[in-house]
């Protein structure tokens, strides 16, 4: 089983309640990480406002790999959402998924696995994190953002901290959320494997894809009337 975990940094422009929209059209990506079983230590880039093509590309190369099988990431379907509005990875994208290709959300997986209990539903990455004993995320930077500081306006250094984390002096390391991501998945999958429950797992990542395809086309309403 090959997989990749991504996640993306966006401006935070609200549409219809939902901040950081990916149909807001001045909403970009400001910084890309991911991480993959062939190389699982955390790698990031960061993009402009008028380089999203080069994010599209990157990623329409990363999911053209025929041994890629799980797309990993955490509420996925807002990543995807803005990935797909690069055409380069949208031709891509529905390759990928045509040849099998599936996505593991760690929310949904978690919500699954605990029975669809309540309390699982919807959990935040830092609930994870205890959960699994994972590391919880440089909070600064989402101070920042609570208090009103737009994604390019926060120091790049202490960005890419919160993404990908950073090596220790004691030769420990402190992860970010590619890497608290990317731990808490392969604990997931561990745990799906023994509750028998991997292949349902599947099929509910597969009704998520449809989920995502579905807003991604949208539907038309005629707003005047």
């Given at each position: 089983m090959t997989w990749m975990v991504l996640d993306l940094e966006t401006t935070t422009a609200p549409l219809h309640g939902r901040k950081g929209s990916p149909f807001h059209p001045e909403n970009w990506v400001v910084m890309a990480g991911w991480a993959t079983k062939q190389n699982p230590h955390p790698i990031g880039r960061r993009y402009t406002k008028d380089g999203q093509a080069r994010l599209g590309q990157d990623f329409a190369d990363m999911v053209s790999d025929p041994d890629l099988r799980w797309v990993v990431g955490q509420n996925i379907k807002f990543d995807l959402l803005h990935l797909m509005r690069q055409g380069n990875f949208r031709s891509a994208w529905m390759k990928y998924v045509a040849d099998g290709g599936l996505i593991w959300d760690l929310q949904l997986a978690e919500y699954i696995m605990d029975g669809q209990d309540q309390g699982s539903h919807m959990l935040s990455m830092d609930e994870l994190a205890v959960r699994y004993g994972e590391d919880l995320k440089v909070d600064e930077v989402k101070?920042?953002?609570?208090?009103?500081?737009?994604?390019?306006?926060?120091?790049?250094?202490?960005?890419?901290?919160?993404?990908?984390?950073?090596?220790l002096p004691n030769g420990g390391r402190r992860e970010g959320d590619i890497g608290v991501t990317r731990n808490i998945f392969l604990k997931q999958v561990a745990r799906a494997k023994e509750q028998g429950q991997l292949k349902l797992i599947a099929m509910e990542m597969g009704a998520l894809l449809a989920s995502i395809e579905m807003e991604h086309n949208g539907l038309f309403v005629d707003m005047e009337r």
């Open positions: 101070k920042l953002w609570e208090a009103g500081v737009d994604t390019p306006d926060i120091d790049p250094d202490l960005l890419e901290l919160y993404l990908l984390g950073e090596d």
